[in-house]
């Protein structure tokens, strides 16, 4: 076997493999004498064919089987013997035959990665932690969660609920189908869209108000964005909520069973410290990633750009087809996942290139304080730790994000590191978002 490559570009190679005419012969040669033996010729009892018939017949067909065959082994020879990574699949085309078996091979290689850049990278790394007046905070967004409502004898305020029958119209064509009927609203909460609640302050039951206001430009319904839209508005009930008081009876709904507070609050401030942890370290992951893509430049292969954006592309396509969409009418420009494909792709390769030159060993005792951390936010834990430990693809994914967390304490040790400190709720409502 006889094996060139020539560089086309920064990552693309063209390998040419020739094998010698007279090893295709004899391994054509030895798979016809072993179909002889079974197939079955009219005329002839089977196995009894003259081989030349055989070789007539069949000769054609083997031959490309055993090209196949031999693309098949010596392509992963040849890039063994050349020492190339191809990322991908390669394009692969035969050549003229009349000199022995030649084809060429078309494909990418993984770039070469250098490192010198994460040495003193700037990296704010947040610092928060839980007060007692953040434990209070929960309690009461605790009490929001289990408001109750009572009808008020006024007129309506911000947060109170309104029950309202309305109806609207876009350049005189209305597009709520006649009236909704008994429509409750949360003024504030934002179910509505912008200017709406607003309006329904000030009114009382039995009140009717008429009022415009504009539909978002990027609202979902095309023949409604950004128009103009009058609405007829009238109030059947206005509610006020009433908070719960923080008594025993609340504080065992919450999973203290002897209603005690100082219990409840302990309870409060272990989860809320668990979330703090968490978000910290996302937090400090994304930094470190932000800096990194900037410090360290890599050229990315097309090929593994492509298959990024096509698992980008798979929920909208999943989505698509449970509602029954032609994948087709899907308006899903490449160019609009192309740069955070290119991203996850360009952070994927530095990161194994950093665990490899690192030389950072998995750390199984990481993983299983991962696993157990996890698992806390369940009502039986110990049923969470066991169904990761029960199937190695579940805990490959946990091992995978250990490494990379490993991954990324190396980074930081190498980076230029200040403190930012947050409150815990800048830091977990940052997170949401």
């Given at each position: 076997?006889?094996v060139?490559?020539e560089k086309?570009?920064e990552?693309?190679?063209k390998?040419?493999?020739?094998?010698p005419?007279?090893?295709v012969?004899?391994?054509?040669?030895e798979r016809?004498?072993?179909?002889?033996k079974?197939v079955?010729?009219?005329?002839f009892r089977?196995?009894?064919a003259?081989?030349?018939v055989?070789?007539?017949?069949?000769?054609?067909?083997v031959r490309?089987?055993v090209?196949?065959?031999l693309?098949?082994?010596t392509y992963?020879?040849a890039?063994?013997?050349e020492?190339?990574?191809?990322a991908?699949?390669?394009n692969?085309?035969s050549?003229d035959q009349?000199?022995?078996?030649k084809y060429?091979?078309e494909f990418?290689?993984?770039?070469?990665i250098s490192?010198?850049?994460v040495n003193?990278?700037?990296?704010?790394r947040?610092?928060?932690?839980?007060t007692?007046?953040?434990?209070?905070?929960?309690?009461?967004?605790?009490?929001l969660?289990?408001?109750t409502?009572?009808?008020?004898e006024?007129?309506?305020?911000a947060q109170?609920?309104i029950?309202?029958t309305f109806s609207?119209?876009?350049?005189?064509?209305?597009?709520?189908?006649g009236?909704?009927e008994?429509?409750?609203?949360e003024?504030?909460a934002?179910?509505?869209?912008?200017?709406f609640?607003?309006?329904?302050i000030?009114?009382?039951?039995?009140e009717?108000?008429?009022?415009?206001?504009?539909?978002p430009?990027?609202?979902?319904?095309?023949?409604?964005?950004?128009?103009a839209?009058e609405?007829?508005?009238?109030?059947?009930k206005?509610?006020?909520?009433v908070?719960?008081?923080v008594?025993?009876?609340?504080?065992?709904?919450?999973?203290?069973?002897?209603?005690d507070?100082a219990a409840?609050?302990e309870?409060?401030r272990n989860?809320m410290e668990?979330q703090?942890?968490?978000?910290?370290a996302?937090r400090l992951?994304?930094a470190?990633?932000d800096?990194?893509?900037?410090a360290?430049q890599?050229?990315?292969?097309?090929?593994?750009?492509?298959?990024?954006i096509e698992?980008?592309m798979?929920p909208?396509?999943?989505?698509?087809k449970?509602r029954?969409?032609?994948l087709?009418?899907?308006d899903l420009?490449r160019d609009?996942f192309?740069?955070?494909?290119?991203?996850?792709v360009?952070?994927g390769?530095?990161?194994?290139?950093v665990?490899?030159?690192?030389?950072i060993?998995?750390?199984d005792?990481?993983?299983?304080?991962?696993?157990?951390?996890?698992?806390?936010?369940y009502?039986?834990?110990?049923?969470v730790i066991?169904?990761?430990?029960?199937?190695e693809?579940?805990?490959?994914?946990i091992?995978?994000?250990?490494?990379?967390?490993?991954?990324?304490d190396?980074l930081?040790?190498?980076?230029?590191?200040?403190?930012?400190?947050?409150s815990?709720?800048?830091l977990?409502d940052?997170q949401?978002r």
């Open positions: 076997m006889q060139s490559v086309t570009s990552l693309s190679r390998m040419v493999v020739s094998v005419e007279e090893v012969q004899q391994k054509v040669a016809l004498k072993s179909l002889s079974n079955k010729i009219d005329g089977p196995g009894k003259p081989q030349q055989i070789n007539k017949l069949y000769g054609e067909r490309g089987e090209t196949g065959d693309i098949q082994s992963f020879e890039l063994a013997k020492q190339l990574r191809p991908g699949y390669p692969i085309h050549a009349s000199e022995g078996f060429t091979a990418e290689v993984y770039p070469e490192l010198d850049g003193g990278m700037e990296i704010k947040p610092v928060a932690e839980v007692e007046s953040d434990i209070d905070a929960m309690i009461e967004k605790l009490r969660r289990n408001k409502w009572q009808t008020a006024r007129a309506s305020q109170d609920r029950t309202i609207g119209s876009v350049d005189g064509e209305n597009f709520t189908d009236k909704v008994n429509y409750p609203v003024i504030g934002g179910q509505m869209i912008p200017g609640e607003d309006n329904l000030g009114l009382a039951a039995a009717q108000k008429i009022f415009t206001t504009a539909f430009e990027n609202y979902g319904k095309e023949s409604l964005a950004g128009k839209a609405f007829e508005v009238e109030v059947i206005v509610e006020e909520s908070l719960p008081e008594d025993a009876e609340f504080i065992k709904k919450h999973g203290i069973e002897d209603g507070m409840f609050r309870d409060i989860t668990r703090l942890t968490q978000a910290l996302a992951k994304n470190v990633m800096a990194l893509y900037g360290v890599v050229t990315v292969p097309n090929a593994l750009i492509d298959g990024e698992n980008l798979a909208y396509k999943e989505n698509a449970k029954k969409v032609k087709e009418e899907l420009p609009l192309e740069e955070q494909a290119r991203r996850r360009a952070l390769l530095i990161l194994s290139d665990i490899d030159k690192g030389e060993k998995l750390d005792t990481r993983v299983r304080n991962t696993v157990e951390e996890m698992a806390q936010n009502e039986q834990p110990q049923d066991n169904w990761y430990y029960a199937d693809k579940r805990l490959d994914e091992k995978n994000m250990v490494l990379e967390d490993q991954a990324v190396w930081v040790a190498k980076a230029k590191v200040q403190d930012e400190n947050l815990f709720y800048d977990m940052n949401t």
